[in-house]
């Protein structure tokens, strides 16, 4: 069956700390990884995506992740947070052409302390 | 480039009302997805189309609910009667498939509270 886990509900970082938010998934074929962020009142906008190719992807406002296929693994990082970074990061996992759902996890809320 | 639009962007109802969001998707893509999302159960799939059908409507949680795509650029989802624990936020959300892994693009959300 197809999940999503973000094992870190909530995460406090000091602003110029460096970030790294988990997300582990299962599905029975090749992923693609998604992270999306949702900023207060607002929709989900897409960070950043992984569907083949070089496992670290870039995304916009500064994120990178990771995919470890070893780890069942797509975890995010910034080098250094910014205090307009707070907001909900929510990782997804699909199956591409054919298979159109997202699976999302629940989320994992950030807090950035000045 | 005009992204997936909802409407209403708030909507406060009185329970047993009829309530009917409407969503019209990104030009050029054949899914759409209704999402709903609350504190304690987060992001959870309602239904989704693709060109235009139903493909999976398992997550609509009651005959109360149902949603429709007319054409390629409307949908709808109506809650008749409401009841004040379907307020939430509705996202509705677009894709076209094939491209970039299916690639899921949300509006703003509607936000509904039924008192």
């Known amino acids: 069956a197809q999940s999503v886990t973000q094992p870190d509900i909530h995460i406090t970082v000091s602003e110029g700390a460096s970030l790294e938010l988990r997300c582990n998934y299962s599905?029975?074929?090749?992923?693609?990884l998604f992270w999306y962020v949702q900023s207060p009142g607002q929709g989900l906008q897409l960070l950043l995506k992984?569907?083949?190719?070089?496992?670290l992807v870039q995304g916009i406002k500064g994120f990178e992740a990771e995919f470890k296929r070893s780890q069942s693994s797509f975890n995010l990082r910034k080098p250094s947070v910014h205090w307009s970074d707070a907001a909900e990061y929510f990782c997804?996992?699909?199956?591409?052409?054919?298979?159109?759902?997202?699976?999302f996890g629940t989320g994992t809320r950030l807090t950035v302390i000045p | 480039d005009a992204g997936v639009i909802q409407s209403p962007r708030h909507e406060v109802t009185e329970m047993g009302q009829e309530v009917t969001l409407r969503c019209k998707p990104i030009?050029?893509?054949?899914?759409l997805f209704w999402y709903r999302q609350t504190m304690m159960r987060g992001l959870e799939l309602l239904i989704y189309?693709?060109?235009?059908?139903?493909?999976?409507d398992s997550g609509m949680p009651e005959d109360r609910f149902s949603a429709k795509m007319p054409n390629a650029s409307f949908s709808t989802l109506k809650i008749q009667p409401s009841e004040p624990r379907d307020s939430a936020v509705y996202f509705c959300?677009?894709?076209?498939?094939?491209?970039?892994?299916?690639?899921?693009?949300f509006g703003e959300g509607s936000w509904l509270t039924v008192v």
């Open positions: 189309f693709n060109n235009n059908v139903p493909i999976d």
């Open positions: 959300a677009s894709s076209r498939s094939g491209d970039s892994g299916n690639t899921i693009y």
């Open positions: 599905y029975g074929a090749t992923p693609y």
């Open positions: 030009s050029g893509h054949n899914s």
């Open positions: 997804a996992v699909g199956g591409g052409t054919g298979a159109n759902n997202l699976f």
């Open positions: 992984y569907f083949s190719g070089d496992t």
